[in-house]
């Protein structure tokens, strides 16, 4: 049986139930959040309520979390680049063009696939992301922290909200970038205009990315990119915002850029808390071959 989770609303929380719970309660997406709310898995004082309800202060939420479904996907055996793993956690190193976790219309061959072959996961985030605490991009390259048990992804989960994690990324963008080092603070959405992508919105979740150059070209600047929060596409949507957009990335670059199988982002660090013994874990991955070869010919080439 599922443990009820029980909390008072204090005067921060109050506003909208599904936003200010999706904001609480990082572990479970808001489209989840919305389904129990509907399905009367969440009570305000002991009453069902809509996902639209406005919590006030002082009112008490219990949230009865749905059994977890077993898990119908496949394990499947997919060599995996594992850099770190114990009873609790694993550290992957991701390659380009390998799908996270299955979604409509890519029910296979994704890592989850490949980690269920090899291990046990955590069934926080369902039938089809058990495991997945964070996620990159399909053709983003480089580190993930997975977890093995509910135990360990709360832990993980709670350390991607409270930003007390580590995460670098190596970024190869269009056009030269004058500054040493900036700080990009700016709303992520969905856009109005194209549902398939993210942009900048008024109202959009808080995001903010800081970056430093590493090397500049010509024409492209390598820079090093730390995430303070992990909207959708941050990296790509924030530097397109400032006029640098991803090399390579057929979402939010320019239609002539460089060659490759999308965009060039490496997820090169990664540092967290273990979740049972307190220890400070950082990981480092290098640029992918295909990387460092783009890097390798601008060199000789963009200069």
């Known amino acids: 049986m599922t443990e009820a989770i029980e909390l ?108 269920l072959y090899h291990c046990p996961l955590s069934t926080i ?34 350390q991607l909200k409270a930003k007390t994690n580590e995460r670098e990324y190596v970024a190869l963008v269009h056009g030269v970038i004058k500054e040493e080092s900036g700080t990009i603070d700016a709303p992520i959405g969905r856009s109005l205009k194209d549902r398939k992508k993210q942009a900048i919105v008024a109202d959009g979740r808080h995001a903010v990315t800081h970056f430093k150059v590493l090397e500049r070209f010509k024409h492209y600047t390598l820079v090093a990119c730390r995430l303070e929060t992990g909207r959708t596409h941050q990296i790509r949507v924030h530097m397109k915002y400032i006029g640098h957009p991803l090399a390579g990335d057929p979402l939010y670059g320019p239609r002539k850029t460089l060659a490759g199988n999308g965009q060039y982002l490496h997820a090169r660090l990664l540092g967290f808390k273990h979740p049972r013994t307190g220890e400070e874990m950082v990981f480092t991955s290098p640029l992918p071959a295909y990387f460092q070869q783009m890097v390798d010919h601008l060199e000789k080439t963009d200069q």
């Open 125 to 158: 985030n369902g039938e089809f992301r058990p495991g997945i605490v964070h996620r990159i991009d399909k053709d983003t390259s480089g580190l993930l922290m997975v977890a093995k048990n509910d135990m360990a992804h709360r832990s993980l989960a709670a």
């Open 8 to 115: 008072t609303i204090t005067a921060e929380m109050t506003g909208r139930i599904d936003k200010q719970l999706g904001h609480h309660f990082t572990q479970f997406s808001r489209s989840q959040l919305q389904h129990w709310i509907e399905d009367g898995h969440v009570v305000v004082n002991d009453q069902q309520v809509k996902p639209k309800y406005k919590l006030s202060t002082g009112d008490h939420v219990k949230i009865l979390p749905e059994e977890p479904k077993k898990i119908d996907l496949e394990p499947e055996k997919i060599p995996l680049d594992i850099v770190y793993e114990d009873d609790d956690v694993v550290v992957v190193n991701k390659p380009q063009g390998m799908v996270v976790h299955p979604a409509p219309g890519h029910p296979d061959h994704t890592l989850v696939n490949a980690l």
